[in-house]
């Protein structure tokens, strides 16, 4: 099985930045696509972007022009870097892995126990 680790959440101010890592360990080869949710207070779980093994990537419409998600596939490891932060960008975010099908994020792996990222006005 896959465990994943969230890092990087913290405080930050209104049009600040920020880098979120994502490290997964046990199964690597199991491992295709990679991606970001987030849970706000009072709100639904939201997708926020995806990266597949070969480099493909989506957004939500939200972050389009701010947030950049990357990854490292000797290493395991998936990045968010988000900049130009807003207040409504505050949520607990979470790194999940899945499939990327076209333009289809299934989301069918294991979560991260998620990091908070607070982004003061």
């Known amino acids: 099985q896959v465990q994943l680790v969230e890092s990087g959440g913290g405080l930050v101010q209104a049009g600040g930045s920020l880098r979120l890592s994502c490290a997964a360990s046990g199964s690597p080869f199991s491992i295709n696509a990679m991606g970001w949710y987030r849970k706000a207070p009072g709100n639904e779980r939201e997708f926020v972007a995806v990266i597949s093994r070969s480099g493909s990537t989506n957004y939500a419409d939200s972050v389009k022009g701010r947030f950049t998600i990357s990854r490292d596939n000797a290493q395991n490891i998936v990045y968010l870097q988000m900049n130009s932060l807003k207040p409504e960008d505050t949520a607990v975010y979470y790194c999940?892995?899945?499939?990327?099908?076209?333009?289809?994020?299934?989301?069918?792996?294991?979560w991260g126990q998620g990091t908070q990222v607070t982004v003061s006005s």
């Open positions: 999940n892995t899945g499939y990327l099908s076209g333009n289809n994020y299934y989301v069918s792996g294991p």
